[in-house]
T-cell receptor
Framework: LAKTTQPISMDSYEGQEVNITCSHN???????ITWYQQFPSQGPRFIIQ???TKVTNEVASLFIPADRKSSTLSLPRVSLSDTAVYYC?????????????FGAGTRLAVHP | DSGVTQTPKHLITATGQRVTLRCSPR?????VYWYQQSLDQGLQFLIQ???????AKGNILERFSAQQFPDLHSELNLSSLELGDSALYFC?????????????????FGPGTRLTVL
């Protein structure tokens, strides 16, 4: 059974860079790694996705090492509005091609 | 606004009852996913449908069932409800990319239905 592991919580200050790592030891060779952001009482929202190496968009970067057993979401210069829960998402190879597993989530608190 | 709608927003019912949650995907999206999020818990994948057919099953209880209709809206049926079924139920949709795993698809989530079982 695939499993993902993330830190339960993190604290940061405005303007700092935040890195959140997710471990996914049993990721399938064709699987993608996706990160979502969730605010209270809202549905999650897509942040970034990657397969290997580094991906960058206007809000974040995603670093994936060669063995793909982990991934790190990097949020540059966080602001108070980045306070949210961040989830990694991968597929579960034990469940066939398309079964999905979200990590337990990392609760990020950004302080002034 | 993600373009995914869910009804009702809130639902309060009693143990042993049956309820139906409804989801309308974004225009053009063929895949619908259902998730359960209990209080202060992560998201548990329940089931995915693609163009009317079941594509993947997660940790969905036998008391729960879902379907996707020809107009692509989906319903999640929860029966013999227990106190522990109280949770937020999210629906998401995506444009499914043929030949790629579901982990590739960017999912757009609805606002959720909050179910309270008393």
């Amino acid at each position: 059974l695939a499993k993902t592991t993330q830190p339960i919580s993190m604290d940061s200050y405005e303007g700092q860079e935040v890195n959140i790592t997710c471990s996914h030891n049993n990721i399938a060779t064709n699987d993608y790694i996706t990160w979502y952001q969730q605010f209270p009482s809202q549905g999650p929202r897509f942040i970034i996705q990657g397969y290997k190496t580094k991906v960058t968009n206007e809000v974040a970067s995603l670093f994936i090492p060669a063995d793909r057993k982990s991934s790190t979401l990097s949020l540059p210069r966080v602001s108070l509005s980045d306070t949210a829960v961040y989830y990694c998402l991968v597929g579960d190879p034990s469940g066939g091609y398309n079964k999905l597993i979200f990590g337990a989530g990392t609760r990020l608190a950004v302080h002034p | 606004d993600s373009g995914v709608t869910q009804t009702p927003k809130h639902l309060i019912t009693a143990t042993g009852q049956r309820v139906t949650l409804r989801c309308s995907p974004r225009s053009g999206d063929l895949s619908v996913y259902w998730y359960q999020q209990s209080l202060d818990q992560g998201l548990q994948f329940l089931i995915q449908y693609y163009n009317g057919e079941e594509r993947a099953k997660g940790n969905i209880l036998e008391r729960f069932s879902a379907q996707q209709f020809p107009d692509l809206h989906s319903e999640l049926n929860l029966s013999s409800l227990e106190l522990g079924d109280s949770a937020l139920y999210f629906c998401a949709s995506s444009v499914d990319n043929s030949g790629r795993p579901s982990s590739y698809n960017e999912q757009f989530f609805g606002p959720g239905t909050r179910l309270t079982v008393l």
